[in-house]
């Protein structure tokens, strides 16, 4: 099937009972048993839901996988991923990344023995650099939260092969419709489905999909185990969300070079971030590897005194200043004390992150009129 009628139709079947069309919310602590060990392949919430099988079913064929696994948020979906791990096993990651991972890296984890590598994954020959015989995982996004960075995924897909690493993507940015890293060599695929998947800024939930049979149960006995798993409501927002991400996306790509262009034209502004200029470094890996650029951006201003940058946030009218993205409306963000507080100021500093830096989730309003709201706050 083509892309728009994958994402119409994965998952979704019409309920036997009553012939609705949309997947019944089945909001359900247990299941009832004809005898013991005798069932209808459920028994427990935590462990299976007709909804949340659905979606997990639709996930995995918008990613170009076998399995899907959903999860209570995009964290939680994570923190599965590191929970393949042994104490002494080491970790690549990007030194650029969102700031809920790397709090959940060091914080969380590091403490347990797992060692983590931070490095510019956009050179691969950075990533080579700091593997070694105990290297498990390598973990990266792209493009990366908030510079945009953009990994080759393919290249990195095959360094980890050769060491006998897992290779895990957030795919967050992209979103299924732009980039696949599955069909590029990744081991798994991982969504904050919070934002482009669910699509409106009324759900919290994260997801994994993967080929490898050993792999899925691995993972789904840890989401078993665990129990960071979504609820079957939240599980029928994001089914919802998936039936227009191919539209929300095409928009979100338009609105975003159209909003790119307006700020690197922009004579107040020093800075734009985003992956679709011929002149960002990765151009060619970025156009090779995704459909489209997106509606993700950060920028910076010529001014950049803590006070025109607080000015700047706190007077657009359609970008709302609040964290998260990837929903129908459009958010104006400040990283540094927002997305990214949880890293060290000199740790983001260092990598590029600066104190001024504005990032913006581009929604799929009229193009025009936010150029206005833009236009109007940065002056």
């Not at 002494?88 to 990344?97: L, N, Q, R, S, T």
């Not at 006998?164 to 890293?181: E, H, I, M, R, W």
């Not at 060290?344 to 913006?360: A, F, M, Q």
Request: net charge neutral.
């Amino acid at each position: 099937m083509k892309t728009a009628t994958t994402y119409i139709h994965a998952g979704a079947t019409p309920d036997p009972s009553t012939g609705a069309i949309m997947t019944p919310i089945f909001q359900t602590s247990t299941y009832v048993q004809e005898a013991p060990g005798v069932n209808k392949g459920f028994e427990y919430a935590r462990s299976q839901n007709p909804t949340r099988q659905a979606l997990e079913t639709a996930l995995a064929a918008i990613e170009f996988g076998k399995f899907g696994l959903a999860f209570s948020s995009g964290v939680a979906a994570t923190d599965a991923v590191i929970k393949l791990l042994s104490p002494g096993d080491e970790v690549i990651a990007p030194h650029d990344m969102y700031g809920g991972t790397y709090r959940l890296f060091t914080k969380v984890f590091a403490k347990f023995g797992i060692v983590f590598k931070y490095v510019d994954t956009a050179s691969i020959a950075n990533i080579e650099a700091v593997i070694t015989p105990k290297t498990r995982l390598i973990w990266i996004e792209t493009p990366t939260n908030p510079l945009m960075n953009i990994t080759d995924i393919a290249a990195t897909a095959t360094i980890a092969k050769k060491a006998g690493a897992l290779l895990c993507v957030d795919n967050t940015f992209a979103s299924p419709y732009l980039q696949n890293p599955l069909t590029l060599g990744a081991d798994i695929v991982m969504h904050s489905a919070t934002k482009y998947l669910g699509g409106h800024s009324d759900v919290i939930q994260g997801c994994l999909v993967m080929n490898d049979p050993s792999l899925r149960d691995q993972l789904y006995f840890i989401q078993k185990s665990c129990g960071a798993v979504p609820g079957p409501m939240d599980c029928f927002l994001v089914l919802r969300g998936i039936k227009t991400l191919h539209l929300r996306m095409q928009r979100h790509c338009e609105n975003g070079e159209k909003i790119a262009l307006f700020l690197r034209n922009h004579p107040s502004v020093s800075k734009v971030f985003w992956c679709g200029f011929n002149d960002h470094p990765n151009y060619a890996v970025a156009k090779q590897q995704m459909k489209g650029f997106g509606g993700m951006m950060s920028f910076e201003l010529k001014n950049d005194s803590p006070e025109n940058v607080k000015r700047v946030l706190s007077s657009t009218h359609l970008f709302s200043l609040a964290e998260s993205l990837g929903g129908v409306e459009s958010l104006i963000n400040h990283p540094s004390s927002m997305t990214h507080a949880s890293i060290p100021r000199e740790e983001r500093l260092k990598n590029g992150l600066t104190d001024s830096l504005i990032r913006l989730s581009v929604g799929v309003e009229d193009a025009d009129d936010l150029i206005v709201d833009l236009n109007a706050a940065i002056g």
